[in-house]
């Protein structure tokens, strides 16, 4: 049987950094913050090569570390298996210890930067692709000019960050309508994120969607029947999700150079000149867009400036964001509509 694994901090420098929080285990003094977050990757990410780009680190570093650490310690951590690294018993033991000085020290860190009221440094801030790509690309390059001293590091996922652990600083997310994002974040609701079905005039003219809309094509997303709940709910529930692709910028390619119909999100959809809405159903609510984060950061100056800047950038993007047409999309929805 492992013995149990306790863990904490035995000594830490006035300045938070990797290689000066030492790690006790069970009395002893036995390794650092950096092994424990090489550890912790290994065990999320169960492959090396993974666990490595998450770091921002080579394959090889991480390797090295796991063994090391494993010789500091006297005991075997992982077993190699055909579905990647696995924790051995005594690896498990050590999970909880691990997580313990990770949030240990990342409320320190918090708590550090909480208190910092200068407008330089770096800010991490997460969100989907298609928001950062499709909807505020022109406004971080603006954010740089008006800050230049503070440094932008985009993250792009549709995962939730754990923000606790400091993955990132800001989170930008997309919550389904009714749902709350996690209860330990602060932040606010700042538009909702509307999609309307759109294609070129090129496509609408090869096919009859109106007399024969099954000689037309949606889209599709990974779903591996024609007709899956979405194209049942819309406008043209008889026109099969032929072609998929599991990426929102992707499709907004794919719908521009005529592969079929799409639900595209509005802000994509109503500023491109080859695209035309399609029905007359007005766009769908899919998704509420919060901006989100630790409540220990809410005071640092620079995370102020970020989330207040971003807040107003949605603000003035929130009729096209929420679907309202501008006058040209609405001759085109006149000109293209087809019944509900």
């Avoid at 863990?7 to 938070?16: F, L, Q």
């Avoid at 969100?127 to 499709?134: F, I, K, L, R």
């Avoid at 003219?205 to 949606?218: G, I, M």
Wanted: hydrophobic share 40%; net charge neutral; proline share 5%.
């Amino acid at each position: 049987m492992p013995r149990h694994i306790e863990a904490s901090i035995c000594s830490r420098n006035d300045h938070i950094s990797n290689n000066v929080v030492q790690i006790c285990y069970s009395g002893n003094r036995v390794t650092n913050w950096d092994d424990l977050k090489f550890f912790l990757a290994l065990v999320r990410h169960r492959s090396v090569r993974t666990a490595a780009t998450s770091i921002g680190v080579s394959h090889s570093t991480v390797a090295r570390r796991i063994v090391e650490l494993e010789g500091m310690m006297g005991v075997r951590l992982f077993d190699r298996t055909a579905e990647g690294y696995a924790p051995t018993a005594a690896g498990e033991e050590m999970i909880e210890a691990a997580e313990k000085v990770e949030e240990e020290i990342a409320g320190i860190e918090r708590r550090v930067l909480g208190t910092d009221a200068k407008l330089s440094g770096e800010i991490r801030v997460t969100m989907p692709n298609v928001v950062a790509e499709g909807l505020l690309m022109p406004d971080f390059v603006r954010f740089g000019r008006d800050y230049p001293d503070i440094d932008l590091n985009i993250i792009t996922s549709h995962d939730f960050a754990d923000l606790t652990r400091r993955e990132a600083d800001v989170a930008i997310r997309l919550v389904r309508i009714g749902q709350s994002p996690p209860e330990h974040l602060v932040g606010r609701r700042i538009a909702r994120f509307h999609s309307a079905a759109y294609a070129t005039r090129e496509y609408l003219e090869s096919v009859s969607l109106e007399t024969d809309p099954a000689s037309a094509r949606w889209i599709g997303w990974g779903d591996r029947e024609a007709f899956p709940g979405w194209v049942k709910n819309s406008a043209f529930p008889q026109t099969p999700a032929r072609d998929r692709i599991n990426d929102v910028m992707v499709q907004y390619q794919a719908t521009r150079h005529g592969m079929g119909l799409a639900l595209l999100p509005c802000f994509l959809g109503d500023l491109d000149p080859l695209l035309n809405r399609v029905g007359l159903s007005p766009p769908k609510p899919n998704f509420d867009i919060w901006l989100l984060s630790h409540p220990d950061l809410r005071d640092t100056a620079r995370l102020r400036a970020f989330r207040d800047f971003i807040a107003g950038a949605i603000a003035a993007k929130r009729d096209l964001i929420e679907g309202r047409l501008p006058k040209r999309e609405s001759r085109q929805l006149e000109t293209f509509g087809a019944g509900s």
